[in-house]
């Protein structure tokens, strides 16, 4: 008497073919993932273009300022402006502007009120009179 083995129910194929299709989805995975982070890695990139890009720019016009604030040209410029100098043989010439009328003032009206004693003594008289 044999003893009949039953197979189970997946066969090499099938086994195989789950295998693969795990190891497919992993990749597809990671695949979705290395994606993304280059999409994100793209955009980095292109702020630090940017970013540097506005620094060189800034860095010339640094450049710049400090060759011009070294000239004559600038130290007369802000004398004029900032201490209101003039060169010799010019005339400063200041407006004054004419003072505008003030305004009347108005003081507040002091209550008249009888300089009998104190005011409790007032409101007494007042309430009980």
Known sequence: MAIAKKRSGVSLTQFVALIMATVVLSLLVDFGHKVALYRQLQLEEAR??????YEENRGDYLEWLRGYVQTDEFVGAWARREWKMVE??????????????SAPQIR???ESRPSEGPRWQEWLKRLFD
């Open 108 to 110: 507040p009206q002091e």
């Open 88 to 101: 010799a043989g010019e005339t400063s010439v200041v407006p004054m502007l004419p003072e505008a009328p």
């Open 48 to 53: 630090l273009d940017q970013g540097i890009a």
